[in-house]
T-cell receptor, first 114, second 109 residues
C-alpha cells in the first residue's frame, strides 16, 4: 500500500486551463502539505493543513486553491494555468506538524504547461 | 523566509570516493533533517539531528550537527552508484519545514 498517493502522476495542459491534483494518505497523520519543486530541484512549501484546517499559506497566487475534505485528503486546484506553473508538485504528510519528525512524501505530480 | 544555505550545488565523484554536503544557518536551529531524492523520485527522510554536536551513522553515511547548532553535514564514505541523487537538509521554521537548495550527487563508475 502506498502511504501517500497522488494523482495524476503526469499532467500536460495548455495555458489558461484549470487542473486539479489529488492527494491521499493512509498513515493516519494529522498534517498534510503541498510542496512545489522547480526545474532546479528547489523544494518550496506552498500550503499546510492540520486536521482539515489551513495553517500555512505561503505567498502563493490566488489561482492556487487547496481543499481538504478530511484529514486524509488534500487536493490542489489551479486556475488559469501559466507557463511558470510547470513543476513537480509533491504532497506530504506528518503525524502532527513538523515538530514530530519526518515528512512522508508522495511520488509527485509533474505538471507541464504548454 | 529562513533558509539554510547548502553547498555544494553539484558534486561529481568517481565511484569509491567520498562525498560531503554542508548546510549552514545564520541562526541556531532546533533540529535539522536530511532527505535523499533519487532521480525521478520523491524526497525520502534519512535522519533528524537534535542535539548539539550530535553524530549519527547509517552504514556509509555520517551525519553531524554542529556544536552551535548552526551547521550540519552529511558525509558518504566510498560512494556507490546507488548513492546518486539530490541530498537536502531541512530546518523547522515556525511550523513548517524549509528545505535547503540541495546537493546533486553524480557517481561515475
Amino acid at each position: 500500500d502506498t502511504a501517500v498517493s497522488q494523482t495524476p502522476k503526469y499532467l500536460v495542459t495548455q495555458m489558461g486551463n484549470d487542473k486539479s491534483i489529488k492527494c491521499e494518505q493512509n498513515l493516519g497523520h494529522d498534517t498534510m502539505y503541498w510542496y512545489k519543486q522547480d526545474s532546479k530541484k528547489f523544494l518550496k512549501i506552498m500550503f499546510s493543513y492540520n486536521n482539515k484546517e489551513l495553517i500555512i499559506n505561503e505567498t502563493v497566487p490566488n489561482r492556487f486553491s487547496p481543499k481538504s475534505p478530511d484529514k486524509a485528503h488534500l487536493n490542489l486546484h489551479i486556475n488559469s494555468l501559466e507557463l511558470g506553473d510547470s513543476a513537480v508538485y509533491f504532497c506530504a504528510s506528518s503525524p502532527a506538524g513538523v515538530n514530530t519528525g519526518e515528512l512522508f512524501f508522495g511520488e509527485g505530480s509533474r505538471l507541464t504547461v504548454l | 523566509g529562513q533558509q539554510v544555505m547548502q553547498i555544494p550545488q553539484y558534486q561529481h565523484v568517481q565511484e569509491g570516493e567520498d562525498f560531503t554536503t554542508y548546510c549552514n544557518s545564520s541562526t541556531t536551529l532546533s533540529n535539522i533533517q536530511w532527505y535523499k531524492q533519487r532521480p525521478g523520485g520523491h524526497p525520502v527522510f534519512l535522519i533528524q539531528l537534535v542535539k548539539s554536536g550530535e553524530v549519527k551513522k547509517q552504514k556509509r553515511l555520517t551525519f553531524q550537527f554542529g556544536e552551535a547548532k548552526k551547521n550540519s553535514s552529511l558525509h558518504i564514505t566510498a560512494t556507490q552508484t546507488t548513492d546518486v541523487g539530490t541530498y537536502f537538509c531541512a530546518e523547522e521554521y515556525g511550523n513548517k519545514l524549509v528545505f535547503g537548495a540541495g546537493t546533486i550527487l553524480r557517481v561515475k563508475s
